[in-house]
């Protein structure tokens, strides 16, 4: 739009006045700083994406870090039910903003109340992924959450609904949409240069499930660790330090996915649903055999998801859970009639034909660096689009999972209907597809 000569007059003989009144009164001009206005290489506070984070340990550590390297981004609350958490966080905060710059808390609702919030990372253990997401698009906060961001697939499908009802942002931890040596591999998948594709591989964790209690200890005060807000959803039990301070939660049905398969299954299933077109579907049948679990689309495509029989990987491995190849951790395997493709998270990639080298590049990011996922999250928070695994994407990826673990956990083919996200004539399947939850999180 053009500018007015006459409105700039006027608007310079104002500035000009002000100064003259403001010196013939004694009363120096306000000067502000050029970093308040955007300038010099800093944004503007209202410009900067104020943000709150649930429970960020280790993995949430990583994640929100890359957050808080962006100049846009202002960490303004941190809650855990772990006092040494909320302190270490508000910290860190005040080292980056200054004192009373980050304010925590016990209870996230109570952070969730805040209306200067933006958004939120959620990095809790699994059982609380699904229901702190949906308290906080309830309140009008865009999410970032760790995978698996649902326990079962009622809850991915609640949390998916949610966001639809709301129009928040959603963002699934699943950063390997974002990581390029992936890309590049589906890429190829998707463009034809493998020719028809007809088998997918997933790499996922040697499959188990816990359904034993550690030893019972004295609970702590819940100014120092609330046992009770840590449980949350899940069935109550009695305190062991264990599971909170040494985070060994992973593997006990309560608190985990089921079967462990999320645990890599959420990044490599949901790598092979985009490769082979598949983000708005599941497969069909699921059959498992040992701690591998064979399953086929309707298209008759192939998905493979199994521990072992990497490139490069040894026939046998120190770690219970896994082994790792050539290409490293969380490995993917796309293969079509005219050739095939595998690539992990160091970043190295296997494929054949020969020919196909000539597209293939050096990758210097790793399968664990979520800064171009992170980045693209606050981004959309911006300009209000959709990221690379948005809640619709997130809920296909991990109702195959869910799905996959269930057929596992019954030792017997599962077939399944995408359409209405239900078994097909399995009443004990279907059963599975929920569970109880403890009051007052029924969300």
């Not at 649902?150 to 931890?173: E, K, N, P, Y």
């Not at 005060?221 to 949350?232: F, Y």
């Not at 800064?371 to 695994?389: I, N, Y």
């Not at 097909?424 to 569970?435: I, K, L």
């Amino acid at each position: 739009m053009k500018s007015n000569p006459s409105s700039r007059a006027v608007a310079s003989f104002s500035r000009r006045a002000f100064l003259k009144q403001s010196l013939i009164a004694g009363v120096a001009p306000l000067v502000v700083p050029g970093r308040v206005l955007g300038r010099d290489g800093g944004v503007a506070p209202s410009n900067r994406i104020a943000l709150g984070g649930i429970g960020i340990g280790p993995r949430g550590k990583m994640v929100l870090e890359t957050m808080l390297a962006e100049k846009d981004v202002h960490y303004r609350a941190t809650c855990d039910v772990q006092a040494r958490l909320r302190t270490d966080w508000v910290n860190r905060a005040e080292e980056l903003y200054g004192k009373g710059a980050c304010t925590a808390y016990r209870d996230f609702r109570e952070l969730l109340a805040r209306r200067d919030l933006d958004a939120v990372l959620i990095a809790t253990g699994d059982r609380w992924h699904a229901v702190a997401s949906m308290y906080a698009a309830r309140a009008g906060k865009d999410v970032y959450c760790e995978k698996p961001c649902g326990i079962t697939i009622g809850l991915c499908q609640s949390l998916s609904d949610t966001m639809r009802a709301t129009g928040r942002v959603f963002q699934a931890g699943t950063q390997r949409r974002n990581v390029p040596n992936f890309q590049f591999a589906v890429h190829l998948a998707r463009s034809g240069k493998l020719g028809r594709l007809h088998t997918l591989h997933a790499s996922i964790y040697k499959l188990q499930v816990l359904h034993d209690w550690l030893p019972a200890e004295p609970e702590p005060d819940p100014e120092v660790i609330d046992w009770n807000m840590w449980l949350g959803p899940a069935p109550w039990r009695p305190y062991n330090k264990a599971y909170v301070v040494d985070r060994r939660w992973r593997g006990y049905y309560d608190f985990d996915s089921g079967a462990k398969l999320h645990d890599w299954g959420a990044h490599t299933v949901d790598l092979c649903q985009w490769a082979g077109n598949f983000d708005d579907t599941t497969p069909t049948v699921y059959e498992p055999d040992g701690d591998t679990i064979y399953a086929r689309y309707a298209n008759g495509v192939k998905l493979v998801m199994r521990p072992t029989g990497w490139i490069g990987q040894p026939a046998q491995s120190n770690n219970a859970n896994f082994a790792v190849g050539s290409t490293g951790t969380c490995p993917v395997r796309f293969e079509g009639d005219e050739g095939w493709v595998e690539t992990g998270d160091n970043g190295s990639i296997e494929l054949h034909p020969a020919s196909l080298r000539q597209e293939w590049r050096a990758f210097v990011m790793r399968g664990t660096d979520p800064s171009r996922h992170t980045r693209e999250f606050l981004d959309c928070v911006k300009s209000r689009g959709t990221p690379a695994a948005n809640h619709r994407v997130m809920r296909h990826t991990h109702i195959a999972c869910h799905a996959a673990a269930i057929a596992w956990q019954l030792g017997r083919k599962a077939r399944f209907d995408p359409a209405t996200e239900t078994f097909v004539g399995d009443e004990s399947a279907n059963r599975m597809r929920t569970r109880a939850v403890r009051e007052p999180w029924i969300a």
